[in-house]
């Protein structure tokens, strides 16, 4: 079901916009044929906008349920915790600081991805890691880092404020098709050893103890997991930007539709493909104003987020 829904909004993407091309022109262009109009409408401009919000969908999501997963805490999302952050930190250091373009703001906000987990985890261990401290610890290093690309933003100057501002609110917009082997290998590279990690994240939703006693190698398994899980969220949000509560939310949903029983790692990899193939189309043609996939999408995520602190709080847990 969730495969027919991703393959029916990837058609609407190709097909309709402002203005419709017929399903018959859409499967010539993408077998190479030329034909005028199309080909630059479909090929140049639809494809690569549909092809990243399908890879980053999958991305965002499986990384965000992974870290979820292994946790044991819906608000252990990429969102939340800093990762995101740190890539948009650097990016925005990057565009305007260092007036750096293209592919190299992209390994450089994957490097700040990575340091910034490598950080939060260093400062929540303590006889390991809990889930509470490293969110606690998360969502301190975020709230600094989102102080640091504020500054960064008052002092820039208005030439490259425009693009800053662009890769933060997390866009598709001016997507090339250069841009998806990059995350694709990624995604296949990432994806692949979290994939791998399935039964042990399974295991790890029952607690330690009883993982290590179903022979799970805890701390070899948490640090896999978080290089994948990072690697794969920085990946896409060096490309799209940090497309707001995609990784938050994929994780929740999937467990509603498909149950809590099992892996979640493949459902919330489509649901994520789902919301920002949607999400983008949605922002383009179904709204007053056209506005980008992130602001959809954080208009989805937030009062999720509002419900489940209070749900929590009222249950008597804390985060």
């Given amino acids: 079901m969730l495969l027919a829904i991703i393959a029916a909004l990837f058609v609407l993407t190709l097909s309709l916009g402002q203005s419709s091309t017929p399903l018959g022109d859409v499967a010539r262009v993408l077998t190479g044929e030329k034909i005028a109009g199309a080909s630059f409408t479909v090929g140049q401009l639809r494809l690569p906008r549909a092809l990243l919000s399908l890879l980053a969908g999958l991305s965002f999501g499986l990384g965000g349920v992974a870290f979820q997963t292994m946790l044991r805490n819906p608000l252990a999302s990429p969102d939340i915790i800093g990762i995101t952050s740190g890539a948009s930190a650097a990016a925005v250091f990057a565009i305007v600081v260092l007036a750096m373009k293209g592919p190299s ?45 504020a500054y960064i933003l008052s002092t820039a100057p208005s030439w490259t404020l425009q693009e800053a501002m662009r890769w933060l609110t997390g866009s598709v917009n001016g997507a090339q098709l250069s841009q998806a082997l990059p995350l694709l290998l990624a995604l296949i590279a990432f994806g692949g050893l979290l994939l791998s990690r399935a039964r042990d994240l399974d295991a790890l939703r029952m607690g330690d103890d ?48 498909v149950g809590a029983s099992g892996s979640l790692l493949i459902p919330s990899a489509l649901i994520g493909a789902i919301l920002v193939l949607g999400g983008d189309y949605v922002g383009q043609f179904l709204l007053p104003s056209r506005y980008p996939v992130g602001v959809v999408t954080g208009a989805l995520g937030a009062p999720y987020l509002i419900y489940l602190i209070i749900r929590v709080n009222r249950g008597g847990g804390s985060l």
């Fill in 210 to 257: 009883m993982a290590a006693a179903l022979g799970v190698r805890i701390s070899t398994t948490r640090m896999v997991v978080i290089v994948a899980a990072v690697g794969i969220i920085a990946s896409a949000t060096a490309v799209t930007g940090p497309i707001a509560f995609v990784a938050f939310l994929s994780g929740p949903i999937a467990a509603c539709i």
């Fill in 105 to 149: 703001v992209s390994v450089l906000a994957v490097a700040a991805g990575l340091g910034v987990a490598v950080l939060v985890y260093g400062l929540s261990f303590r006889n390991g890691v809990a889930g509470t401290r490293l969110i606690l610890v998360g969502i301190g290093v975020s709230a600094m880092l989102e102080s640091v690309i």
